[in-house]
Every structure is written in C-alpha cells, then in structure tokens.
C-alpha cells in the first residue's frame, strides 16, 4: 500500500480528531486508487505538496489541491477542480467476458478490478436453483403500493366477486386504490426511537408480516445497543434475529391497535380482517406485556 | 430602469415574449442581458419547480412577482416505493403561505410528492380569488375535510386532480361543499378516495357543469350509477370508472352500453376495479375513439382483454396488468398502429414463480408491430440479450424504456449471461432516449455503453447492478443531459462521486441508496461543493457515532440556491460547512 503523507495536511475548520478522521478517510479514499496505477517516485513526491489524481501524462487535467496543507478555496474557477481519476492506467485491460459480437464500444479500455467478481464470467445458473420465499425487498419490484395485492383483492376468476367493501371509517386510500388497500400504518418498537411505516398489501401472512418486522428492526435494534453502550466501533454487533413475535415465545411480541383503539395480539384473528382493523402496529417487549390488559380501552401514549 | 437604445419599446418585447412558453426558451430570454431578464421576470406567469429545495419561497418570489401558474415537485421519485421514510421532508406549506402573501391572483397549484396539510388547503381556498387549477400527485398529509375548504370556497376552480395522492378519507360529505351555483368545474379526478361520496350530490355536480371534460371517480361509485352520470356529462372527453361490478342484470348493462354510446366525446377510459368480464363489451361502442385505455387494475383474463384492445384501433395509449400475456400483445400489436406508449403492470409482484404467460415476447411483438412506439415500461419475469437487441433495432424511436425483471440480478435466461449487451444495444440504437430504468444481472460494462451512447439521457434508475465505481464513473462522466440518477443496491462508492463531484451540479438530484458510499466522503463532498446539497438519511442513528468508512444508508444529493435546508427530520444529517461542527 502507498503510503502517502496525509497526517501532516490540516483542515483549518474542523478539529484535531476530526482532521485525523478526515486523513484517514482521504487515505481510505486514495489509496485503493494508486494500488490500481503504479505512481512513479516523482509523482509520489508530488503528493507531499498535492493530491493529484490523473492518468499519467494528462497534465492538463483538472486536480484537487491541498497545497502546503492548505485547502485550496474553492473560487469560480475551481468549479472543475474535483477529483478526477484516471482509469486508463496502463495496458491492463481485463474486459468481462460476453458471448455477444456485437461490441463495438469498447473504445475505453476497462480495468476489473473486481476479478473475484465470477458472476459475470461465468454462467451461474441462479435461476435454476430452488428458492426458498424471501422477506420481501424494501420497494422492490417498484411498483406504487396501490397496485399491489390486485390479484388477492380482486378475483381473477369467472365468478362474479363480491361487491366493494363499504367502510365506514376513516379509510386511507392511497392512490388508485379508492377502499382497495394500499395500506401502511406505523410501528413501533420498544426502545427505537424513530417509527417504521409497513405496507400490509405487502403481506398475505401473519408469517410474512413477523418476517418483515424482523428485517426492518433487528438492524436498528443492534444499532440502538451500539449507541447505548457507548458506540465506538462495534460494527461486529450481532444482529439479532427478532423471532417469536406472534406466539409470545420470543423477547417480543407484535400487537396492534384496532379502528376502536383497542390492543390486541397479532395473529389471533384471520389475516384479512386483521388487515381490515388494524390502525397501528407495536412490537413491546414481551415481559412488559402483562402491564398491558390487553383488549380493553388503553391510554393512548403520546407517540 | 434604464432604456438601451433598443428599437422596442419594453411592452412590445414583452408582448413578444409572451409567445415564449416553454421553461428552457424562458430561461434563455432571461440570460441575454439585463433589461430582458427584468422583461422576462415581471412577465412570467409560470414556474416549474422541479425540486422545491433547489430554491426557497423568497427567492422565488423575489424574482418573479406575478405569477400565476406554480409547479412544485417534493420527494424523490423512490419514495413511490417506500425507499423514503416518513417525515423526510417535501412540506407544502411554507410555500402556499407564502404564495398566499405574494401571489394574491395565483390561479394554478400543482404539487407532486409533498406534504400537503388541510391548513394548506384553507389557505389557498381563502387567499386566492382567482384560483383555478389543483393537482396534487403522489401528495398525502391532508383530509377530506381540506377538500371541503377548496369545494366551499373557490368559485372560480376549473381543475381538482388528487390522482394517487394518500388523502385521509373522513367522509364523503365534502363534494356536497361544492354551492349550487358552481358550474366552472372542467376536470376532477376523486379516483384515489377510498370512501364513497355522496352520490347524489356528485350527479348533480356533474350535470351542472357543462364544460367538465375529465371525470375520474373512485372504487366506490357502484357501477350502476354510472350511466346517470354519463348522461348527465355527455360531452366528457376522459372517465374513470368506479368499481366495474354488479349483479348480473340484463337492464344494467344494456344501460351501461347506451350510456356509453352517448358520449361520442369519449377518448379516454381508466378505473376498472373489479371487473366483471362480461361488462366490459358495455364499452364496446366507444373503442373505435378510444386514445388512451388504463386497464391497469382490470384483473381480466386476457381473451377478454382480447376482444376490447382487438377493437381500439386508434389507441396511443395502453396500461394494462401482465393478464393480457404474450398473444395479447401480439393482437395489439396487429390491431393498434398508433399505438405510443405501454406499461404492463404485474399481477403478482411477490410470486416466485410466473402466475402469466407473458415474456419477452410479448414486448418484441409491439415492438415490431407498433412503429409509433415511443413510451415503455414492461415488468416481467425472463429477458434475453437477444430480445433486447430485437427490440432496440425495431424501435429506434424509443423515448422511455423501463424494464423491470421482477428476481434482481436475472442474467439473460437464454445463456445466462449479463444483459449488458442487450440493454447497450437500446442506449446504441435509440439516440433520443430520455429515460431508462435497468434491470437484471449487469455488469460495469453495461453502464459503459450507456456512458458512450446515452448521450441524450435525462433520467436513469439502477438497482442491484454493476461491480464497481467504474460503473457509476462511466455514466457520470458520459451522460451530457443526465438530470436524474436514482441507485439502489449497487456497489457504488466514493470513488467515482468524488471525481465526478462537478457533475452533480449539473443535475437536479442523484439519489444513492444501499451502496458503498462513506460517509467521510459525504462529507467531503458537502464540504467541496458548497452548491450541493449532500443529505444523508440514517435512521440508525446519527453518521459520526460509526467509522468514517462505514457506508451511509440514504444519500440524496441535490443543486440548490437556497443552502441547506432547516426542515430536516431526525435521521437525515446534511454534510454541510458548518454541519461538521454540528454534527461533533
């Protein structure tokens, strides 16, 4: 790895160990760019007095300055002054490999540097292989949430379906969905702060549903016992899998609020009029849940 | 002010500019000299805003002080798709409030993917007499009881578009709000609502008003009202149905059809929930007139949908659920020759497996038989190099390509390579392309062809594709006319942000989410480029409690004017000058 004198350039506006971090990162920055273009011992001089990043020979080429340690302030003129990297170090070419003929553009020569990078050499028959059902992906497929579900709500088939759901509560119908569920209602969960919204059209199942919660915690929920412990560096943080939700055997369990501002267990009811009831979601620690009676009128908190 | 020795006096220049309508013909009358950039500012009447963070109210006001037509767009487009948690930002109201001071003859609003509050809407229901025109768009915050405010008290409005917005529906009790001296009304679209509204009171609304040319109802108007709504609209020109079901009787649909057939204006048909399929020949006698057909929530087998599109001879425009299967497209593609614009939804997003026979073969068969074909957006299941290719050399002409291969990562089924060529040969042969959205197994060398050939490319989304910044590079260094950059899921990082940092000015946005991105170099690019911008979303926790080198979750990086914003919720940190000292 090049080693470059980054400790000794200072940014005048931040402080000594932000100065160290943005050194370190700069370091992070570059460095993986030299390993890429083997620099001659003159250009790496060069760099005691300048960050410049440019294929050999362009002298033209706009740079970055820290000269003398100094950022260089950015005038009208500066407006090109970026990074600008060059990625025609030398003769190393590596393309991927295609069967196609019809490459014309490889005008601009390509350097892999990701040569662990198997998948697009070879042929890796992922479709073949047995899928299991995933949690779904956050906005994906992208569709708007009021095109989803259409195939359930609506029956594709002869018989005539039955007539549209009348309701006559408060209905938040999201885009073309006019009483046809494009749902999303808040969750929270003990001891994250910041709520999650989940799109119930997304899931068919109490199963999916608990999957989903997990995804969508159980990082956060190792991110909040990083900060509480006093956040230096634990990305090794286990990320624990949030299971049990809905038979009470797990550290928390999912309940929900209902139209009448009742608290209920998920999972007791059929799926599609627990979708039809429910306002809002909470995922409580399961021990504090004999606190709450459950099925009676709650205070209602401030969140 | 001081007079040049012109040979028009001001009034005749700015006679002569209010010919000049469009934004960018505006924008360059406003550059030749001073004293027609004062011309062209007193005399603006229009604004499109297209990030409303890119500039501020007073700014805004500042410089044009009698508009009348205000177009303001909020979140970025993957909020459609929940990438964008709640709260980020895009609020309306300090921009009517401050319209409301300004603009008292503002006569148009028009709002997509912002927080509208029912306070907003009595705003503009009481401070503009000459108000006009609503649309609001993918916008949500309000209720039923703003749409009162607006009913009760614009005399004047003409247009009120709440197409898939969120609207907390209270009741439909609000279009009884509208007077019964109210006869303006020309175009309104209720389709989003999820409660019925009084029907009663919408049948007399519609029959008052003799110019209303678009009527787009929502799921709740039970199909048999609908004739006496057409009736009482014959001159309508759009409809969107309500639910499309009832009991099987002979007289509804016999009526239905002779309510059709009255309306000899009728060029546009959406709505379509729950469709009985043996309603759908009631439209029967229209479909020869037909421009633009919205099948999208039409969950019909496709020899029905057969037999209506096989009738629309005229149609430019299809949107329709992936039922209609490969022989459907190909009817369409034989009978619809004027055809512009399709998008194939799909009917089981989740599904593993295909629940339809629609593949690639279907979009070949338009593409080869529909030579006006400008406009496509296509999800499905399988894709080949090949098919790509076919379509790309077919259809040169293509303007919007959005392929969505529903399992990320899906190589070309065929021989299960990269579809790098295949997506190369569209940017290649289609030089005015103005949008595309990838999908499927990509690699960098995808984004290389779309650096070298998409040379007229406004606006790209990508989603779990390409190896390495290389990628990224490529299309931020070679895309003259990018404007709009969404990523998701790729392995971009600082690299290529830092060296094409000059770029980003030259876009409204660029939105980078589950990449590689650091938020050191957020920073350093916050810092760098005082113009931009640079947000970062964690919800998480704030950025600086993790390394520098950690990648940031949310990156959302936009020009702007208007220097940070200070309506930011608490999981989105700008990586601005003095934000480094904030943030410690």
Same mark, same amino acid.
């Given at each position: 790895?090049?080693?470059?004198?980054?400790?000794?350039?200072?940014?005048?506006? %931040?402080?000594?160990?932000?100065?160290?971090?943005?050194?370190?990162?700069?370091?992070?920055?570059?460095?993986?760019?030299?390993?890429?273009?083997?620099?001659?011992?003159?250009?790496?001089?060069? =760099?005691?007095?300048?960050?410049?990043?440019?294929?050999?020979?362009?002298?033209?080429?706009?740079?970055?300055?820290?000269?003398?340690?100094?950022?260089?302030?950015?005038?009208?003129?500066? $407006?090109?002054?970026?990074?600008?990297?060059?990625?025609?170090?030398?003769?190393?070419?590596?393309?991927?490999?295609?069967?196609?003929?019809?490459?014309?553009?490889?005008?601009?020569?390509?350097?892999?540097?990701?040569? *662990?990078?198997?998948?697009?050499?070879?042929?890796?028959?992922?479709?073949?292989?047995?899928?299991?059902?995933?949690?779904?992906?956050?906005?994906?497929?992208?569709?708007?949430?009021?095109?989803?579900?259409?195939?359930?709500?609506?029956?594709?088939?002869?018989?005539?379906? &039955?007539?549209?759901?009348?309701?006559?509560?408060?209905?938040?119908?999201?885009?073309?969905?006019?009483?046809?569920?494009?749902?999303?209602?808040?969750?929270?969960? *003990?001891?994250?702060?910041?709520?999650?919204?989940?799109?119930?059209?997304?899931?068919?199942?109490?199963?999916?549903?608990?999957?989903?919660?997990?995804?969508?915690?159980?990082?956060?929920?190792?991110?909040?016992? /990083?900060?509480?412990?006093?956040?230096?560096?634990?990305?090794?943080?286990?990320?624990?899998?949030?299971?049990?939700?809905?038979?009470?055997?797990?550290?928390?369990?999912?309940?929900?609020?209902?139209?009448?501002?009742?608290?209920?267990?998920?999972?007791?009811?059929?799926?599609?009029?627990?979708?039809?009831?429910?306002?809002?979601?909470?995922?409580?620690?399961?021990?504090?849940?004999?606190?709450?009676?459950?099925?009676?009128?709650?205070?209602?908190?401030?969140? | 002010?001081?007079?040049?020795?012109?040979?028009?006096?001001?009034?005749?220049?700015?006679? !002569?500019?209010?010919?000049?309508?469009?934004?960018? *013909?505006?924008?360059?009358?406003?550059?030749?000299?001073?004293?027609?950039?004062?011309?062209?500012?007193?005399?603006?009447?229009?604004?499109?805003?297209?990030?409303?963070?890119?500039?501020?109210?007073?700014? %805004?006001?500042?410089?044009?002080?009698?508009?009348?037509?205000?177009?303001?767009?909020?979140?970025?487009?993957?909020? /459609?798709?929940?990438?964008?948690?709640?709260?980020?930002?895009?609020?309306?109201?300090?921009?009517?409030?401050? =319209?409301?001071?300004?603009?008292?003859?503002?006569?148009?609003?028009?709002?997509?993917?912002?927080?509208?509050?029912?306070?907003?809407?009595?705003?503009?229901?009481?401070?503009?007499?000459?108000?006009?025109?609503?649309?609001?768009?993918?916008?949500?915050?309000?209720?039923?009881?703003?749409?009162?405010?607006?009913?009760?008290?614009?005399?004047?409005?003409?247009?009120?578009?709440?197409?898939?917005?969120?609207?907390?529906?209270?009741?439909?009790?609000?279009?009884?709000?509208?007077?019964?001296?109210?006869?303006?009304?020309?175009?309104?679209?209720?389709?989003?609502?999820?409660?019925?509204?009084?029907?009663?009171?919408?049948?007399?609304?519609? +029959?008052?008003?003799?110019?209303?040319?678009?009527?787009?109802?929502?799921?709740?108007?039970?199909?048999?009202?609908?004739?006496?709504?057409?009736?009482?609209?014959?001159?309508?020109?759009?409809?969107?149905?309500?639910?499309?079901? +009832?009991?099987?009787?002979?007289?509804?649909?016999?009526?239905?059809?002779?309510?059709?057939?009255?309306?000899?204006?009728?060029?546009?048909?959406?709505?379509?929930?729950?469709?009985?399929?043996?309603?759908?020949?009631?439209?029967? &006698?229209?479909?020869?007139? #037909?421009?633009?057909?919205?099948?999208?929530?039409?969950?019909?087998?496709?020899?029905?949908?057969?037999?209506?599109?096989?009738?629309?001879?005229?149609?430019?425009?299809?949107?329709?659920?992936?039922?209609?299967?490969?022989?459907?497209?190909?009817?369409?593609?034989?009978?619809?020759?004027?055809?512009?614009?399709?998008?194939?939804?799909?009917?089981?997003?989740?599904?593993?497996?295909?629940?339809?026979? #629609?593949? $690639?073969?279907?979009?070949?068969?338009?593409?080869?038989?529909?030579?006006?074909?400008?406009?496509?957006?296509?999800?499905?299941?399988?894709?080949?190099?090949?098919?790509?290719?076919?379509?790309?050399?077919?259809?040169?002409?293509?303007?919007?390509?959005?392929?969505?291969?529903?399992? &990320?990562?899906?190589?070309?089924?065929?021989?299960?390579?990269?579809?790098?060529?295949?997506?190369?040969?569209?940017?290649?042969?289609?030089?005015? #392309?103005?949008?595309?959205?990838?999908?499927?197994?990509?690699?960098?060398?995808?984004?290389?062809?779309? @650096?070298?050939?998409?040379?007229?490319?406004?606006?790209?989304?990508?989603?779990?594709?390409? *190896?390495?910044?290389?990628?990224?590079?490529? !299309?931020?260094?070679?895309?003259?006319? #990018?404007?709009? %950059?969404?990523?998701?899921?790729?392995?971009?990082? /600082?690299?290529?942000?830092?060296?094409?940092?000059?770029?980003?000015?030259?876009?409204?946005?660029?939105?980078?989410?589950?990449?590689?991105?650091?938020?050191?170099?957020?920073?350093?690019?916050?810092?760098?480029?005082?113009?931009?911008?640079?947000?970062?979303?964690?919800?998480? @926790?704030?950025?600086?409690?993790?390394?520098?080198?950690?990648?940031?979750?949310?990156?959302?990086?936009?020009?702007?004017?208007?220097?940070?914003?200070?309506?930011?919720?608490?999981?989105?940190?700008?990586?601005?000058?003095?934000?480094? %000292?904030?943030?410690?």
């Amino acid at each position: 790895m090049l080693s470059i004198p980054l400790a000794g350039i200072s940014i005048p506006f %931040l402080s000594k160990k932000q100065n160290q971090r943005a050194n370190i990162t700069l370091l992070l920055l570059f460095s993986s760019v030299f390993n890429v273009a083997a620099m001659d011992e003159s250009s790496r001089n060069d =760099m005691k007095l300048e960050l410049r990043l440019a294929p050999p020979g362009a002298e033209e080429q706009q740079h970055w300055g820290f000269i003398n340690g100094i950022r260089t302030t950015t005038t009208k003129r500066d $407006e090109s002054s970026v990074l600008s990297l060059g990625y025609f170090p030398h003769a190393t070419i590596t393309t991927t490999t295609t069967t196609s003929s019809s490459s014309q553009a490889a005008a601009l020569p390509l350097h892999n540097n990701n040569a *662990d990078k198997k998948v697009a050499n070879t042929a890796v028959p992922n479709t073949s292989q047995k899928r299991t059902a995933p949690g779904p992906v956050v906005g994906w497929p992208p569709i708007r949430s009021f095109r989803k579900n259409l195939a359930n709500s609506s029956s594709s088939s002869k018989s005539p379906p &039955p007539p549209p759901e009348h309701h006559n509560k408060v209905v938040v119908g999201g885009g073309g969905g006019g009483g046809g569920k494009g749902m999303f209602v808040k969750i929270n969960m *003990d001891g994250v702060p910041i709520g999650r919204k989940v799109d119930l059209n997304a899931y068919d199942s109490y199963e999916n549903l608990s999957n989903a919660v997990d995804q969508l915690f159980k990082g956060l929920l190792a991110a909040q016992r /990083d900060s509480s412990g006093g956040g230096v560096n634990k990305l090794q943080e286990e990320e624990k899998v949030i299971t049990g939700l809905l038979d009470g055997s797990g550290e928390y369990t999912l309940v929900y609020e209902d139209n009448e501002g009742d608290r209920m267990l998920v999972g007791d009811v059929p799926w599609h009029m627990f979708v039809s009831t429910v306002k809002r979601l909470r995922v409580l620690k399961s021990s504090e849940l004999s606190a709450f009676t459950l099925g009676g009128k709650q205070d209602k908190d401030a969140t | 002010m001081k007079k040049a020795a012109y040979s028009f006096p001001e009034e005749v220049l700015e006679h !002569v500019f209010s010919f000049i309508v469009s934004d960018k *013909d505006r924008s360059s009358i406003s550059l030749v000299c001073k004293s027609w950039y004062e011309i062209e500012r007193w005399c603006r009447r229009k604004v499109f805003v297209g990030n409303c963070y890119a500039v501020s109210p007073p700014i %805004l006001i500042k410089r044009f002080p009698e508009l009348r037509s205000v177009t303001l767009k909020g979140k970025p487009h993957f909020a /459609d798709f929940n990438l964008v948690p709640e709260g980020w930002g895009g609020f309306a109201c300090p921009w009517i409030r401050a =319209m409301a001071g300004a603009y008292p003859w503002l006569e148009e609003i028009r709002l997509k993917r912002m927080v509208v509050s029912d306070e907003s809407l009595e705003i503009i229901a009481k401070s503009f007499r000459n108000f006009k025109v609503l649309v609001l768009s993918s916008c949500e915050g309000f209720t039923t009881e703003g749409l009162a405010a607006i009913a009760a008290n614009c005399r004047n409005l003409r247009e009120l578009d709440l197409r898939e917005s969120e609207v907390e529906d209270l009741s439909g009790r609000w279009l009884s709000d509208f007077p019964d001296s109210y006869t303006s009304l020309e175009s309104l679209n209720i389709s989003c609502l999820g409660n019925e509204v009084n029907l009663l009171a919408l049948e007399r609304l519609v +029959s008052r008003c003799p110019n209303l040319k678009t009527l787009r109802l929502n799921r709740a108007v039970p199909l048999d009202r609908l004739p006496n709504l057409l009736r009482g609209a014959p001159q309508l020109a759009e409809l969107g149905t309500g639910a499309y079901t +009832s009991e099987m009787r002979p007289d509804v649909f016999s009526n239905l059809a002779e309510a059709f057939a009255g309306c000899k204006q009728l060029k546009t048909l959406s709505g379509f929930w729950d469709v009985l399929p043996s309603y759908l020949p009631a439209v029967n &006698p229209i479909c020869s007139q #037909l421009i633009s057909l919205n099948l999208s929530y039409a969950t019909v087998q496709s020899p029905d949908l057969i037999k209506l599109v096989s009738l629309c001879e005229k149609l430019q425009k299809l949107w329709v659920l992936d039922y209609i299967e490969d022989d459907g497209l190909e009817v369409l593609a034989a009978s619809c020759k004027d055809l512009r614009e399709l998008r194939v939804f799909p009917s089981d997003p989740f599904g593993l497996e295909p629940n339809v026979a #629609l593949t $690639e073969q279907g979009l070949v068969s338009v593409s080869e038989g529909c030579p006006k074909l400008q406009s496509v957006l296509y999800f499905c299941r399988q894709m080949s190099n090949a098919a790509l290719n076919t379509i790309a050399r077919n259809r040169p002409n293509l303007t919007r390509f959005r392929l969505c291969i529903i399992e &990320p990562r899906s190589p070309d089924y065929l021989t299960l390579q990269p579809l790098d060529d295949g997506f190369g040969a569209i940017v290649e042969h289609c030089k005015d #392309l103005r949008r595309l959205s990838l999908s499927g197994l990509l690699t960098d060398r995808v984004f290389e062809y779309i @650096g070298t050939y998409g040379k007229k490319l406004e606006m790209l989304s990508v989603a779990f594709a390409g *190896d390495s910044d290389l990628g990224l590079h490529h !299309v931020l260094s070679g895309c003259d006319n #990018l404007r709009k %950059l969404e990523i998701r899921d790729c392995p971009f990082g /600082d690299k290529a942000l830092l060296a094409n940092a000059a770029k980003l000015e030259t876009m409204r946005s660029l939105w980078m989410s589950s990449c590689s991105v650091s938020f050191g170099a957020c920073k350093v690019l916050g810092q760098k480029m005082p113009r931009l911008n640079v947000e970062v979303m964690d919800e998480s @926790g704030p950025p600086d409690s993790r390394p520098e080198s950690s990648p940031v979750e949310k990156l959302y990086v936009y020009r702007t004017v208007a220097g940070p914003r200070l309506d930011m919720p608490g999981f989105v940190w700008t990586m601005d000058d003095d934000s480094a %000292l904030r943030i410690s």
